[in-house]
């Protein structure tokens, strides 16, 4: 091509040419392939003969095992569950924990293996710091014991807030927070304030958010059995009810909003949780609904739990808790409740509540 008879400097031209030529090429194709590019390549995964150079290191190589020692149980049987009295999956397959589907042993070896810390959220506005101190010493017996906890305690009294004693790896961070004059608003800002932490400190320091009312009092263990992506809590007074007496918010221009012939469970407004990353999204998708309403004049019927039962039903819980998680003695104790491991305190509402 850059032949010898050739001046010289047609020669260096030519050259110069097939240069340029080249790189443009090497360029539009890079370009070209890096618009078309997706990560992982395709077939990364899927076809295992690829082969890749030794100095090539996948987020796969520093994954981390996490495994048992031999342990002593007795074999699950495929024939006979554990409970033929309640149900035990939902149909999107998650589990609803009652007392005999798992065994805790074998569940305390994985999340301690994980280094799994637990974040328990509570709210102690106005007079219902009264209650702190009986919540905190039950959850010192009962709570995720022998593992990473931190309590939150979200007041607008601190001042009211004694400091108890905890065991190893567990900490009390008392968190000032404004009050509200409505109760309405007292339990419904929970979801902006539980939000705003959770972007500020909680994912910094936990795995999991545990959120529950702080007029309760821990009375059978609750440990990681009811851990899971995001988790919600069968309400002790709906769990055998039909979906046509479950109390959603009916009404059409409320964001709460659930038609006749829709709803799984009714969920409580007073326990759920999750990954941190899951309750942010939850709490941030409540509190927007909430605003959304109250631009329009509205407030759901059972306020935050109204909102809850919203989210749930569209975005389906991994892992719902049974009524062993939240009970009221008022309703009594019938056969299928083995265990109340979180019981409300009574209060003297004349008292307690400030209207
Ligand atoms: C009526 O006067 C009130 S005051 C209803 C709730 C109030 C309230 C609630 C309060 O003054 N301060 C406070 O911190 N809370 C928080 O919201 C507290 O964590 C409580 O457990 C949660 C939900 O209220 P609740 O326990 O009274 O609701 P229920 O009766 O449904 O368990
Ligand atoms: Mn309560």
Request: glycine share 4%; net charge positive.
């Amino acid at each position: 091509m850059c032949t010898d008879n050739w001046g010289r400097s047609d020669r260096n031209r030519c050259w110069y040419f097939i240069i340029f030529a080249a790189l443009l090429f090497i360029l539009s194709f890079s370009w070209h392939s890096l618009k078309n590019s997706q990560w992982p390549p395709r077939g990364m995964f899927t076809c295992k003969s690829v082969s890749h150079s030794t100095s090539d290191t996948s987020y796969l190589d520093q994954l981390k095992e996490v495994k048992l020692q031999r342990m002593l149980y007795e074999k699950p049987e495929t024939l006979k569950p554990p409970r033929t009295d309640v149900l035990t999956m939902t149909p999107w397959l998650a589990p609803i924990v009652w007392n005999g589907t798992y065994n805790i042993d074998i569940l305390n070896e994985q999340f301690h293996r994980r280094g799994v810390r637990i974040g328990l959220t509570v709210f102690a506005i106005k007079k219902y710091t009264v209650f702190v101190k009986t919540f905190l010493e039950s959850a010192e017996k009962f709570f995720m014991v022998g593992h990473k906890v931190n309590y939150y305690v979200f007041t607008d009294r601190a001042s009211d807030i004694s400091n108890i004693t905890l065991n190893d790896g567990r900490h009390l961070v008392v968190l000032d927070v404004p009050s509200y004059k409505r109760w309405q608003e007292v339990s419904m800002r929970r979801m902006e304030m539980i939000r705003n932490f959770s972007r500020e400190r909680f994912i910094y320091e936990v795995d999991y958010l545990v959120c529950v009312d702080v007029d309760m009092r821990f009375s059978d263990d609750v440990g990681v059995e009811i851990l899971s992506n995001v988790f919600g809590t069968l309400h002790p007074g709906f769990y055998g009810a039909s979906r046509q007496s479950f109390t959603y918010e009916r009404r059409t221009q409320s964001e709460a909003y659930i038609a006749a012939d829709e709803g799984d469970f009714y969920y409580a407004g007073g326990y759920f949780g999750g990954t941190v990353e899951e309750v942010y999204k939850l709490t941030n998708h409540c509190h927007e609904a909430m605003m959304a309403d109250k631009e329009k004049n509205i407030e759901a019927v059972w306020h935050d739990e109204s909102y809850i039962n919203k989210y749930f039903l569209y975005h389906k819980p991994t892992k719902i808790l049974s009524p062993e998680y939240l009970w009221d003695n008022n309703f009594g104790v019938p056969a299928m409740l083995k265990r109340r491991r979180f019981v409300a305190v009574p209060k003297n509402h004349a008292q307690i509540r400030n209207r």
